[in-house]
């Protein structure tokens, strides 16, 4: 008996694009069966024509599968899509990207509509799909008996890192690691903008910069560790007096080479901010305190 003539649970996917279709065949490619519907029909043809039955509206989707995935545009995508469809029973997995709170308002609404409701945030590209040594995974959190159910299954396509029950918490880590990334190219850009008109080797440049981005990342667990603690000062190689002191030839940099100094600026403000209150024995870790008091 081979892997795939054990009988395997059948999943239903809502949402056919470039996610949604790679979890379609990542599933289908396992021996699951798989149910899938898009709102622009020819989008399941693919799918058809490699095994998967292709449900002529969303409800009969949901209806043939007990857990149901979906991979929609937004939050409202899902309750639109979902509206007409009964969730009596079913285990309702979203990775749609939505924000914690919509992710927890969904899961509210997904119990009055007697399913359990697990969130997800997929940390990948299409191409990362099925595809283990490219290193992608979902975050996941919400219904912890739903999850525990599915835990296999739903590591087909990528792996699985359960965050707690707390349905707004996939979307969370989510959405911390992509402004962190946003942050990091960001400061790529600007490097690179400071490099491109003058004699130097982009290439070669940019293999440096990755490298020192890298070595730079490894400070963001003591970070972590300061915040847990309320210890600032302690250990403290580089305090931010002299980093203030050092973005001020960071910025003449960028104005003796013509270059917009509109991504360092907020930093280099906020630094200056904590600098006033006292923080000058501090590493920079008390800029996330500043962050915290940002009117909500």
Known sequence: MTEHTIEKPRVCVLGLGDMGAAFARAWR?????VTVWNRTAARAEPLAAEGADVA????????????VVTVLWDDASVGAVLSDADLTGKDLVNVTTSTPEEARARAEWASARGARFVSGGIMAVPTMVAAPEAGGYVFYSGSADAFARHERTLSV???????????????LHDVALLSAMSGMFAGAAHGLALVRDADV??????????DFLAAMASAVPDTARRLESGDYTTGVASNLAMQVRGNATLLRTAEERGVSTELLRPYTRLMELRLARGGAEEDGTGVVDLLSEVPR
């Open 157 to 171: 396509p990528l792996t699985t890192r359960f965050v707690g029950e707390d349905a707004g918490h996939a979307a």
């Open 201 to 210: 080797d982009l290439a070669r440049f940019g293999a440096l910069l990755s």
């Open 56 to 67: 002529a509206t969303a409800a009969d989707a949901v209806a043939a599968s007990d857990l």
């Open 29 to 33: 490619a396992a021996g699951h069966p």
